[in-house]
């Protein structure tokens, strides 16, 4: 049926006429040189497309195949099968054009074997005929395996994708559930957070000196007054709320008079967990244990307590300096040992995931405390940061960021609500 051009009722009429001549057997006519081609063609195809596509990706460099490689060996395969098989292709279109002459005629079709067919096709064109119309069938026959290959490594690629997808989405839903179950808020965390200018309204500063400076200012301080450390700082404390009150105004004045110095012994929250711990590029960091809501306390700054000026205490280290005292004048915590707890290691980031608030305590001076809450979900090993905002440290004259990064959001007034 393939030797010649036939409608649908022609196909009809000629399914008719086989089975009236040779009966069933009349619709298999022609499968043993149609087995001999296909079957040595899929095996050398696919050993051919295997062989080459695995060395194409050693060659490249790859470590899987890609679109390229995979039709390239597609078409390389299939010339080299339809070179192999190229008699068997022959001899059945020799046997296709006897039985459609046959059925024309209404003969009966010879039955001539393989063997037979390919000796006639010798004996009248030698052996180059048996590879006759290998041109048009290899052209053929490279661009329909390039393109199945091609395209069953797209269809892979795109499974691949999907499961891939699906899998990040089942991890990202997990992870979302673990922070709702944790009092996170997953959803819109830039419009959750406060704007920056806020913060800095309530939160004061924290001061950083280098250790080597305040080492040698209480050893100075230790020589001048013959006290130990616990007496010397509060006689130091003392000595500072008393001095330079010939520049002061009337309300400082009364402040430091009503203003009482006293140590306030910040402790850490219940059941939250932390640790002491070198963290790279800044020494030593406080890191957590456990994971920690949003919102959740985790304890109160520990320090001496003083009322004094920012520049009267730039030669003190881990300073929080805050506006909680008596007609607004700076409340100094100095948490430098062995006044300070655990959180005088807190490091600075311009983006925390603490912030300091303001807490109420029942202190004789009624000073407000400063503590801190997270203000995202933190996870486990985690380093526990808060914003220094713009300060002086390690001795320099001018007003930088801790981070000291070019593109810091204090470099830039625009970004300081990120």
Known sequence: MQSEQMSYREVTRAIKVSMGTHGVRGLYLGWAPTILRDVPFSAIYWSVVELLRSRLIRWSGREETHICLSATAGAVGGIVAALCTGPFDVVKTRRQILLGQALSTGKASPQASVIDVMRDVVS???????????????????????????????????????????????????????????????????????????????????????????????????????????????????????????????????????????????????????????????????????????????????????????????????????????????????????????FAKLNHSCRPNLVPKELPKPEPSGIFAVGFTTRRYVAPEEELTVDYTRTWWKARPEKVCMCEEVNCKWTDPRKEED
């Open 124 to 342: 009248k064109g030698g052996y180059r005929a048996l590879w006759s119309g290998s041109t048009p069938r290899i052209a053929k026959v490279a661009m329909a395996c390039a393109i199945m290959l091609g395209s069953n490594y797209l269809q892979r690629h795109e499974a691949k994708l999907n499961d891939r997808i699906a899998q990040l989405t089942e991890e990202l839903a997990k992870a979302r559930r673990e922070i709702v179950k944790l009092g996170g808020n997953v959803d819109a965390p830039a419009a959750a957070r406060k704007k920056r200018s806020a913060i800095r309204s309530i939160n004061g500063r924290f001061i950083r000196r280098t250790k080597q400076q305040d080492v040698a200012r209480r050893d100075d301080s230790e020589e001048e007054d013959g006290v130990p450390d616990d007496e010397s700082a509060s006689v130091c404390s003392n000595s500072t709320d008393t001095r330079s009150t010939e520049s002061t105004g009337p309300a400082e004045k009364m402040a430091r008079t009503t203003f009482k110095p006293f140590y306030h012994q910040g402790k850490i929250a219940d059941g939250v967990e932390l640790v002491v711990a070198p963290a790279e590029g800044k020494g030593e960091g406080v890191f957590t244990k456990k994971a920690l809501k949003k919102g959740e306390f985790i304890g109160d700054y520990g320090g001496f307590v003083s009322l004094t000026s920012a520049s009267q205490a730039m030669d003190s280290d881990y300073l929080y300096m805050t506006t909680f005292g008596p007609e607004g004048h700076p409340v100094i915590i100095d948490a430098a040992p062995p006044h300070g707890n655990v």
